[in-house]
């Protein structure tokens, strides 16, 4: 896999050391099991996927690159190159400005971009409104294009089978910038509706039977549906693609349960199934699945809590906190300094998206375990440095240096 120029600044020799070992002792991904960090009184368990992905780091490398090539230029990101706040402030100290914020809403008006500006698409992607009209103004969109290759993929399967005649459902967050772009790509090709959860997919799943009366449909979907959809005609053939930060295993069960419906309610079996219903089970990212299954593995082992790091409007890392709350308490933070004592922590809470202070958050047991892992816009050197400040509250920092030479 191409390996891409990320600044220093983002990487930790502590980490590298760590996933260097465990590729070269694993190279088919197999083993799922996390890295212990043993330092006698407190123990760290990582989990064996997790930081930068491909798409991320290619992100990155054209970021940086697109700076230092147009020195004296405008230099413009559409929105959040990728949902991590350390990152993203650093591209606005460099002198970067940003068009939209996460949710599309308008910083900047678009009016007083000019042909001679750089205009940065974030790894999310764009709308083919959007790239169409910077196009006009003689902006060279492809040039400084950071859309990852694994989001293209689903745009492109999507556009595959809209041309055999089936819709597309999308499984994403409505007002996220991937899913926006999305269906901009895949409604101007066939029609197409939005599902958040398995709650819109069995609403929708009333329509495909027709146990709901089709005018219900555009009240309850509303925003949700590309222009001209029919649900009467555009439910009967289609298949599902996904935002891919969103949980893999969400995305199957949405896809099998639709599966399973569209077979009885038409009286199908495998064979042809495909009639109405198309298979794209290759659409899912590899890193977001890697991560995932990765955390699930972690969660195997005995611990006292988990900490996971990222950028509290990260789909991908909401997802992974999501894994672990299930099974042990978690907290969400997005740097070090949210570790303020061994008696305090300030964390987010993915449900009513507010910080929380929790007091004796360490538990008086020898030794502490504690599972580490972070989303897939995080810089390693992030997670070092939380690894650091844990480690300090038991005075154990200076060990990690040892630590590290058993992973060289």
């Known amino acids: 896999m191409k390996k891409f120029q990320v600044p220093n600044i983002y990487r930790s020799s502590l980490i590298s050391a760590i996933k260097n070992k465990r590729k070269q002792d694993d190279k088919l991904k197999k083993d799922f099991t996390p890295t212990l960090i043993d330092l006698g009184p407190v123990q760290f368990y990582l989990a064996r996927h997790f930081g930068f992905c491909y798409g991320v780091e290619n992100a990155i490398e054209i970021a940086f690159r697109t700076i230092e090539e147009n020195p004296g230029k405008r230099i413009f990101l559409l929105s959040e190159m990728i949902h991590n706040p350390q990152v993203n402030a650093t591209l606005k100290e460099r002198g970067v400005l940003f068009l939209q914020d996460t949710y599309g809403k308008q910083v900047i008006p678009f009016d007083e971009i000019t042909g001679d500006d750089v205009v940065i698409i974030p790894a999310f992607g764009t709308t083919l409104e959007i790239e169409q009209m ?11 294009n950071t859309t990852c290759p694994f989001v293209e993929k689903v745009w492109n399967r999507s556009e595959q089978i809209a041309a055999k005649g089936y819709s597309i459902i999308i499984h994403g967050k409505p007002k996220h910038e991937e899913t926006r772009a999305t269906f901009s790509h895949a409604s101007s090709n066939t029609p197409t509706v939005i599902v958040n959860n398995m709650a819109d997919t069995i609403k929708l799943g009333k329509y495909i039977t027709g146990e709901k009366a089709p005018h219900l449909f555009y009240d309850e979907f509303k925003g949700m549906y590309s222009e001209g959809f029919n649900v009467e005609k555009d439910l009967q053939r289609f298949g599902v693609v996904n935002q891919t930060t969103q949980l893999a295993t969400d995305t199957q069960a949405i896809a099998e349960y639709l599966k399973n419906l569209v077979m009885q309610h038409y009286k199908l079996n495998n064979e042809t199934a495909g009639e109405r219903f198309a298979d794209t089970k290759d659409t899912l990212c590899y890193a977001t699945n890697d991560n995932q299954t990765a955390v699930s593995a972690m969660l195997e082992t005995k611990a006292d809590f988990a ?33 303020l004592s061994e008696k305090e922590i300030v964390h987010f809470n993915i449900h009513d998206k507010q910080e929380h202070h929790t007091t004796d958050f360490i538990p008086v047991s020898s030794p502490v375990k504690i599972l580490v892992s972070s989303g897939a816009s995080c810089p390693d ?19 990690l240096t040892e630590a590290e030479k058993q992973f060289a």
Do not use: W
């Open 134 to 144: 910077l196009q006009q103004k003689g902006i060279r969109t492809e040039k400084y």
């Open 307 to 339: 900490v996971i790091v990222g950028g509290y409007n990260s789909s991908n890392t909401t997802h992974l906190v999501e894994l672990c709350e299930k099974k042990m308490p978690v907290y969400f933070i997005n740097n070090e300094e949210k570790i």
């Open 381 to 399: 050197s992030l997670v070092e440095a939380v690894i650091k400040k844990l480690s300090s509250l038991f005075n154990v920092q200076d060990k």
